[in-house]
């Protein structure tokens, strides 16, 4: 094992390994070491599945005995949206730094308490929100910060795909456990609004729900109000044709990405005008978020600096989310 690697362990077999275990192995930085599930072979199956060239990494029968493995420096959290927490905080007491798939937890407490034994263990935690390390995202800040739309007056985010069978379980519970759009796909929505308006904090929140049978938010549409008349709109769902749209308009131009939520191998397109030059466009090319995400984090650690996305980023997203799901449960606006 390399001392100038982060020695990396998987503590779930979820479908969320097509992207992440690849990129764990990809990474310059990093080495996968282990791999727990509690299902019978499903770490085994998954290893296969997602780097079969490799022959050395531990397989372990629970969450429980991988986090006993002292040669493991960091986890990767896949697990089921409401036991991230939970988790979160049993591996940091094991000394480990966590990167937890989004959302980080169900309540900005649980976020709270996973940011009191992170400081208490001197251990970096970070969010999965994969996006925000791909080059496009980079560069719509750049184009925002140079001025050339003038100050963000107004962004809409629009994440949608029609629901396959094999994800079903995902709203099959409802949103008090973890189910439904919002924890899934609305949080991306909610997480790029928020960016384009940089240390602006929201005031308040309204938003609209469809649900399902099980409890669970399937479609939902709202609005952020940021004060001083800057607005986010967000819609996300389960019921739409597939969009994955970014648009930021501001006092003297405007920004538009089709594809915010690329796939690794997808191009990006970016379209930006003022009132002074007109239209531009640009073609961003594929890269590995995932990839970039991994790398990110474990450089972090390895050179002990903070990570692009804080503990406070979390609670504030987390905050917004549930002052949405509060809005539309209720058919009112909520205050911040």
């Not at 390399?2 to 275990?21: E, H, P, V, Y």
């Not at 080495?31 to 079969?52: H, Q, V």
């Not at 900005?108 to 001197?122: G, K, L, P, R, V």
């Not at 003022?274 to 531009?280: F, H, M």
Request: negative net charge; charged residues 20%.
């Amino acid at each position: 094992m390399s001392s100038t690697k982060l020695r990396w362990g998987i503590l779930g077999a979820a479908r969320i390994n097509q992207q992440l275990m690849p990129a764990i192995v990809a990474a310059q930085n990093s080495e996968l070491i282990a791999i727990a599930s509690r299902r019978p072979n499903a770490a085994e199956e998954t290893l296969k599945k997602y780097a079969p060239q490799l022959t050395d990494v531990r397989i372990y029968q629970s969450p429980e005995e991988l986090l006993e493995d002292t040669n493991i420096q960091a986890v990767y959290i896949p697990l089921a949206t409401e036991e991230h927490a939970q988790w979160a905080i049993r591996a940091i007491q094991k000394g480990k730094h966590v990167l937890c798939e989004k959302p980080m937890a169900l309540h900005a407490s649980d976020i709270e308490a996973i940011e009191t034994a992170a400081q208490t263990h001197n251990v970096k935690v970070m969010e999965g929100f994969m996006y925000r390390f791909h080059p496009q995202f980079q560069r719509i800040q750049a184009i925002i910060q140079s001025g050339a739309i003038g100050e963000v007056r107004s962004v809409r985010t629009c994440f949608a795909y029609p629901m396959q069978a094999a994800r079903l379980y995902r709203i099959e519970r409802p949103i008090s456990q973890g189910g439904g759009a919002m924890w899934d796909i609305g949080c991306y929505a909610i997480h790029a609004a928020r960016s384009a308006f940089a240390n602006t904090q929201p005031v308040a929140v309204s938003a609209m729900a469809h649900y399902n049978e099980h409890g669970a938010d399937i479609s939902s549409s709202g609005l952020i109000d940021f004060g001083d008349g800057k607005y986010a709109q967000f819609n996300f769902s389960f019921q739409h044709a597939r969009r994955a749209e970014f648009e930021i308009i501001g006092s003297s131009g405007g920004l538009k990405c089709a594809n915010v939520w690329a796939k690794q191998d997808d191009t990006a397109q970016i379209t930006y005008w003022n009132d002074a030059e007109g239209e531009k466009s640009e073609t961003v090319p594929a890269n590995n978020h995932f990839q970039l995400e991994v790398e990110h984090f474990a450089d972090c650690i390895l050179n002990n600096t903070a990570p692009h996305l804080s503990l406070q980023d979390a609670k504030e997203n987390c905050l917004v989310i549930n002052a949405a799901l509060g809005s539309a449960k209720a058919g009112k606006l909520i205050k911040l």
